[in-house]
């Protein structure tokens, strides 16, 4: 076949499809957005009839997967690192249940904090849930492990996970595919306690997902994807993990390392794989994207044996990405950088769009916390954020999604008054109105700006399940309807939108006011369509 | 052949344009590819840079090392100057616009950055956006800059033309033929200014 040019995100998305795919499950975040995306715009995906809708967060997206797998039918289920926090209870559940139909959690991680609030490192979590993680080094291999990891997961009756890193997720390369599963039909598990955790029930579940463990690592010896390669200096033996074995190929004329080289892609960690290692060499580097998972496993606490290196040991960084350089530094092999960067080059922060509804809602709001002082303004996850940067500095917190409207009330419990909480439309919809609901709950005297610019800006314009529910939603919640105020965030309305948002933060109760307006980003390729649709129908 | 060129420029600015018709040329001619592109965040009127490797052989890694790259291919001067680390000090080119897109306070004297560029060993500086509007759209300078770029890259000509004749093949006639003018002008001025 062909080679097609993909995305490591696409090349997933691609695979999963192949691989039988019956439902994608997700919410945006970068790095894994494309991945969804790619399945959405997807006329095959579309004929073979794949749901690839949005869901309202990374709960909701694992829950319908776990649903789906177990009517019988294989889903992914796709997030970004930190959505598998928000995932966490029914992901860890799942290890426990097992799957009917095969299930894949895909969670793409961001070292270096590309465009995330922290680098933490998903292997973790497949290796918390106890469950096979697949870990791909080129866009071929992405393509390869959704594939197999659905069949996996069905073989096994456990869910599989797929780590990516940023930098995979987001590099095209040439990809093969392989003949297409037909997907499967519905049909129930065979045993019918099976997805009831009851703890009697649970007991011999988990105790299945224990009995799995060596089973697993033997896949992982015999799957392909952890393989080794010796070397005839056993000075150094290398572990390398992911996209890290890129790196470490990169850094020899036609990939030909002089060392014995563990190339990892498959965890449970493949223990005698690691053990032949260890026997035939001195010492050893281990390359991993992300924490010092292995490296961790190797050294032990008491790190009595032969020397580990790696990120840990200080050969390596202990945060951040790697790049062919580091790598290169850590095997002591020479490196010459370009020319200096000159001293007149300045940063270009990403700053919020031209025109952007934000930025008026900021200025009004600004305003009318100027006799307050700084401190009082709980912030969420969105475009928005960059309020917290110059000219606009509005903003006091952005800890993760939905804790705006929380915090808002903890410190307003504490006394702090006002209180005000601000949160975009889909933020609020993926974990805000929980917490809404606890404001209304306790009487708790706090403002909320829920910012309704139509759609999930910061990620590239994915449809909010917000979208003409807002008012609804807080008035089900119990927000009182005089209370509820929207208005348009226009400059010429500053005046008369300022003199709201002072009534409403000068009320002694729970109070949400909606600035609406939509992004001019999805507003200008809406108006692109809309004119490209009338020239064709001329 | 190996060539590995790292893209830079703000948000908005094409530079993706320009890595997908270089990468649709390369597959043209039988080469590997990878391409490393960034999203998210810093598309807001923040910088932006992929990462280009083609190779007559298959290729490791997705990132270009640093002090390894042939090409900085730039459409916006500052930001070219953001990525001199990363070329080849013996053999690497910076091909980039003369034209600033200031939409930072502190942004410095243009004079300023052409004269570090000026002081590279191999450097094309080009008025993109003059260039583009004489092929009759200043829209077209991303292309202007490639074409400048062109007689370094190592793939043939006709090979990128036709990587714009597929990449635009959907917007008409006219927009190819006005792409295909930027090309050219920017080719010839790269030509006669190496
Ligand atoms: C748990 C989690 N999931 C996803 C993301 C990625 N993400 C950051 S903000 C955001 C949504 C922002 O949409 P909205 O609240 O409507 O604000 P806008 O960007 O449109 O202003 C997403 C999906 C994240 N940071 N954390
Ligand atoms: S993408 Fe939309 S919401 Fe985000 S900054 Fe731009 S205009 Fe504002």
Redesign the interface.
Known sequence: MDKILLLGDEAIAQGAIDGGLSGVFAYPGTPSTEITEYIQASKEAKELGIKSEWSANEKTAMETGIGMSYAGKKAMVCMKHVGLNVAADAFMNSAITGTNGGLVVVSADDPSMHSSQNEQDSRFYGKFAMIPVLEPTNQQEAYDMAYYGLTLSEKFGTPVMIRVTTRLAHSRSGVVRKEQIPQNEMHLPGNHNQFILLPSMARKSYSGLLGKQSAFESDGESSGFNAFYDGNDKSLGIIACGLAYNYLIENFEDGKVPYPVLKIGQYPVPSAMVNTLYEAVDEILVLEEGAPLVEELLRGLLNRGKKIRGRMEGSLPRAGELNPNLVAKALGIEVEEGFEIPSVIKGRPPVLCDGCPHIDSFEALNDAMKPYGRGHVFSDIGCYTLSALKPLESIDSCVDMGASITMAVGAAEAGLSPSIAVIGDSTFTHSGMTGLLDAVVKQVPITVFILDNATVGMTGGQHSAALGRIEDICKGIGVEEEHIRVVKPLRRLHDENLAIYKEEIAYKGVSVIIPRRECVQTLSKRMKLKAAAKRNKK | MKKDIILGG??GQGILTIAATI?TAA?LEGL????????????????VQA?LRISS?P???????????DMVIAVEP??S??Y??????DT?WLITSMNPFA??P???AIE??LK?IWK?PRYITIDAEKTAKEAGSIRAANIVILGASAPFIGIKYQSLEQAIRKIFAKKGEDLINLNLKALKLGFDYAQKHR
Do not use: C, F, T, W
């Open positions: 703000v948000g990468g597959l590997y590819l990878k391409q490393s592109e960034v999203h998210g965040m810093s598309q807001r009127g923040g910088d990462h052989k290729i490791a890694s997705d990132l270009i090392a640093a002090g390894k790259a500052m930001e100057l953001r001199v680390n990363m070329l080849n000090k690497g939409n930072i502190d942004y410095p300023d950055l570090e590279l």
